[in-house]
């Protein structure tokens, strides 16, 4: 703490008159640096995805063409050609990221399909748990943890504590499996599957979210059915994220409670309920919803587990078809859009960040 | 600690600890972790440490007796398939007719070594990467940090499933997959400590003396970075047990007929009108798991400084 204290006395005096205008300069320095390291991260995710790959044994010509057109040399060459497969690896690699960048991600093998269209249908499916979920995580996590912070050492706080180590302690394919058995086989109080009933019709795409698109649409009966399809698969997959917020919103708010101000609060006579909400929670929200942002991309990861279970038509559930099948362009690009979802959702959280709090852009 | 924590929380499940560790590098010094260590609580008075601590070793115990205490043969099949638990096989049998509980048992064989086996490949991976970079800085600290960056770019189980895809569907694979994605954060916490520890007085009078930089590095700096790394080694075990059995329910992992618990969650997965398939091998990997994160948040509790504030006021 004292080398930040340090370091905020020092800025402060080195920041003379023109202070505002120095601090938005420094705003679009942070944002720019902040910019090009992950414009340079996703290209090191392409040049790793694209290295993995060429561990893998196997003919992509013949993977991708079938039995009709391996047969016919020219289409052979023409494929080779379209992908750099003819040229040595370093020319191969910049010939994918310049289909890449002009939208290009290759064949799947399994579909037959661009990667591209396979990815812009299943990526708003997991958009769409990956949202319920973390929303379910932060109102339930938050909340129970602020409970935890200001019980702590009493019994709801051991409880607690048990409650969130467990979640975070928990396989997310076996508290789905075990849900599953038990929330739809067993009482059938929950759909098993699926993002929709299977004689409901999923309403006219605008942004691929069911839930979204039906409330767009006015359709009610199937928003409503969209988000009884949601709840059983977006909870086993916020288990995981309600341990993690648990766990960071009590050390974040017992560490703001140390705080001198919170003790002038108290001594001024207001209420604990006040002092809590108003001077503990709100800075200690910052720090978690920058928490919500990473955790939001744990999501996607267990996103894989979870819809091969609850056959969620989603980005994880083709992922894992993917690896198993070894279809190399449908991995590379689960990988690129992942990994860009990622870098992008830090950049977010850094840039929130670097706006909230000076002290960060300035170091 | 917000750049830190942002930049290195992509590890996902290690976000916390990554936390941590940016904690660790604004200026909680090995002294101020042994000072923190006397104020609070020490780890093993604490209840759910000393719980966690007996359920590793009973597994300890099942895994190196698993011969004797199994019941019958993992891999031994059975006419009576697909059984409910009974006086004969008190977890049921599969659907090859094995027995679920000795399966279970052997499985422990399988997954504690091979945890402890990749903790300690990302910890020493990342441990030689985090301190030459952080020791000599410049180019070789630019290429390995950035190098982190990139893994921690991907989610886990993503890369992980990609490292063993490419290498093919086998345990080892699947080890070496779990290695790559973690040793990011070994390397971040490392490359702090070691560079808040190489200007210090007594590194800077060693050089002076004549020292080596790999002296100065394995006699001067290596005792105060070795404390925090075995700390969050021991909070990972968890995690890697996650990781690895959940590769193994993916089919990338241990291949049939291998009892791995993650793998029996699988064939649950199959038949999962028949619960104790899937059920009990699941419960064997949140014990070892939630034991090892009891283990570690009583650790982390009596070592953070940050919560042992709060707790003194």
Do not use: C
């Not at chain 1, 039995?67 to 750099?84: H, S």
């Not at chain 1, 996607?300 to 091969?308: K, M, P």
């Not at chain 2, 009108?273 to 091998?281: A, E, Y």
């Amino acid at each position: 703490m004292s080398s930040a204290e340090k370091r905020t006395t020092t800025t402060t005096a080195a920041v003379p008159v023109s202070r505002k205008r120095a601090r938005h300069g420094d705003l679009w320095k942070f944002l720019g640096k902040r910019l090009g390291i992950g414009v340079l991260l996703v290209f090191g995710v392409m040049l790793v995805s694209f290295l993995l790959t060429q561990r893998v044994p196997g003919d992509p010509a013949a993977a991708n063409l079938g039995q009709q057109a391996i047969e016919d040399p020219a289409a052979v060459a023409a494929f080779r050609a379209k992908y750099g497969l003819d040229k040595p690896l370093p020319v191969q690699f910049l010939t994918y990221v310049w289909n890449v960048l002009h939208g290009d991600l290759g064949l799947s093998q399994q579909s037959h399909r661009p990667v591209s269209t396979d990815l812009a249908e299943y990526v708003p499916a997991t958009f769409e748990l990956a949202i319920f979920a973390i929303v379910l995580s932060l109102l339930i996590g938050v909340t129970f943890g602020v409970l935890a912070a200001v019980t702590r050492d009493r019994w709801p706080d051991q409880v607690l504590r048990v409650v969130s180590l467990g979640g975070v302690s928990m396989p997310t394919f076996w508290i789905a499996l075990m849900a599953f058995y038990l929330l739809f086989f067993k009482w059938g109080i929950l759909p098993g599957g699926g993002r929709l009933d299977p004689t409901q019709t999923p309403p006219d795409h605008i942004t691929g979210m069911y839930t979204v698109d039906a409330l767009l649409h006015g359709q009610w009966s199937l928003f409503g059915s969209a988000l009884y399809h949601l709840v059983l698969p977006g909870l086993v997959l916020a288990t995981y994220t309600i341990g993690l917020l648990l766990r960071f919103t009590r050390a974040s708010v017992l560490e703001i409670l140390g705080n001198d101000y919170v003790r002038a609060a108290r001594a001024k006579g207001l209420p604990e309920r006040v002092v809590v909400m108003r001077h503990v929670l709100r800075p200690a929200l910052v720090s978690i919803i920058t928490v919500a942002g990473v955790a939001f991309g744990s999501l996607l990861s267990g996103a894989v587990l979870v819809e091969s279970i609850f056959s969620w038509p989603g980005l994880g559930a083709y992922a894992y078809l993917s690896a198993i099948n070894l279809d190399l362009p449908a991995i590379m690009g689960v990988s690129l859009v992942v990994a860009v979802v990622y870098i992008g959702l830090n950049l977010l959280v850094d840039v929130l960040y670097g706006v909230i709090d000076p002290r960060i852009r300035l170091s | 600690m917000g750049v830190d924590l942002a930049l290195e929380g992509p590890a996902g499940a290690s976000g916390l600890l990554a936390g941590d560790a940016a904690g660790d590098q604004r200026g909680n010094l090995p002294g101020d972790l042994q000072a923190a260590k006397k104020r609070s609580s020490l780890p093993w008075r604490q209840p759910l440490a000393i719980v966690g601590m007996v359920v590793v070793l009973a597994w300890i115990v099942v895994a190196i007796f698993a011969p004797l205490i199994a019941p019958s043969d993992p891999l031994a099949q059975d006419f009576v398939q697909l059984k409910a638990p009974s006086a004969e096989h008190w977890l049921g049998t599969d659907e090859l007719g094995r027995d679920v509980l000795s399966r279970i048992i052997y499985g422990a064989r399988v997954s504690l070594p091979l945890a402890v086996l990749l903790v300690l490949g990302a910890m020493i991976f990342g441990t030689i990467l985090g301190s030459l970079a952080g020791f000599f800085g410049g180019w070789v600290d630019a290429v390995g940090m950035r190098l982190a960056d990139i893994v921690f770019a991907f989610p886990g189980i993503i890369l992980a499933m990609a490292v063993a895809a490419a290498l093919g569907p086998e345990l080892l694979n699947a080890v070496l997959a779990v290695i790559v994605v973690s040793w990011p954060a070994y390397a971040r916490l490392v490359r702090g400590l070691v560079l808040s520890a190489r200007g210090s007085q007594y590194v800077i009078a060693s050089r002076l003396l004549g020292a080596s930089p790999l002296r100065a590095l394995v006699v001067d700096i290596r005792p105060n970075v070795l404390g925090p790394i075995l700390v969050m080694a021991s909070l990972d075990v968890g995690n890697a047990v996650l990781l690895l059995s959940g590769l193994s329910f993916l089919g990338l992992g241990a291949q049939p007929p291998t009892a791995e618990w993650g793998a029996m969650v699988a064939a649950g997965a199959q038949n999962f009108d028949k619960w104790w398939i899937g059920l009990f091998p699941g419960l064997a990997i949140l014990t070892v798991v939630l034991a090892f994160n009891f283990i570690g948040d009583s650790l982390r509790d009596a070592l953070d400084p940050r919560t042992a504030k709060a707790l003194r006021d």
